[in-house]
């Protein structure tokens, strides 16, 4: 069974298009997380939700908006995607912290490629 | 800045070989320090957790060292297999659940 997963795995589209990315955990975990992975592969937070709340919000753009149906759910929204955006986008999920360091469980991530 | 660092960057050893990759973390204000593996084109696979209050954990041939006052952690892989080629990532866990990544051991092991 699947812990972490993401749609799409691949995802390739053009300059200025608005695109999503899906994430669901089936761990029952509260937090779920985005990260970057660049084109040198240095991985770089993006946001994290507990219990559908934003938590962390790193100096992303404004066209990247993070949205939490439920807690098993962390979707990732991108509009007017420029060339820069290109990478890999990995979802995480951990349990709720409450001060301890619990461990992230990370999705098989999304290439997005912008032409 | 809480900042980390992988040294060395990539390394390559002959089958049977151990495998020592160091990570080091500038702010030792740390909850916890993962090791993950990533293999090319793939996600992250957690390999160990240590949390700040432990020195290390082991799993098969794996062990991971912790010093948190000196900053400094170790993976430690013993008898090293061509499996094991792959990239390693070192992450610590600092407060709010920020989780800061190094920039990774690339491993190759020749058979």
């Known amino acids: 069974d699947t812990a972490v997963s993401q749609t799409p795995k691949y995802l390739v589209t053009q300059m200025g298009n608005d695109k999503s990315i899906k994430c669901e955990q089936n761990?029952?975990?509260?937090?779920m997380y985005w990260y970057k992975q660049d084109s040198k592969k240095f991985l770089k937070i993006m946001f994290s939700y507990n219990n559908k709340e934003l938590i962390i919000n790193e100096t992303v753009p404004n066209r990247f908006s993070p949205k939490s149906p439920d807690k098993a759910h962390l979707n990732l929204h991108i509009n007017s995607l420029e060339l820069g955006d290109s990478a890999v986008y990995f979802c995480a999920s951990s349990q709720e912290s409450h001060g301890t360091g619990h461990e992230q469980y990370f999705g098989p991530g999304t290439r997005l490629t912008v032409t | 800045k809480q900042e980390v660092t992988q040294i060395p960057a990539a390394l390559s050893v002959p089958e049977g070989e151990n495998l020592v990759l160091n990570c080091s973390f500038t702010d030792s204000a740390i909850y916890n320090l993962q090791w993950f593996r990533q293999d090319p084109g793939k996600g992250l696979t957690s390999l160990l957790l240590?949390?700040?209050?432990?020195r290390e954990q082991t799993s098969g041939r794996l062990n991971a060292s912790l010093d948190k006052s000196s900053g400094r952690s170790t993976l430690y892989i013993a008898a090293s297999q061509p499996g094991d080629s792959a990239t390693y990532l070192c992450a610590v866990l600092y407060g709010n659940n920020r989780l800061a990544f190094g920039k990774g051991n690339q491993v190759v092991v020749i058979p």
């Open positions: 240590i949390q700040s209050s432990q």
């Open positions: 761990l029952g975990h509260d937090t």
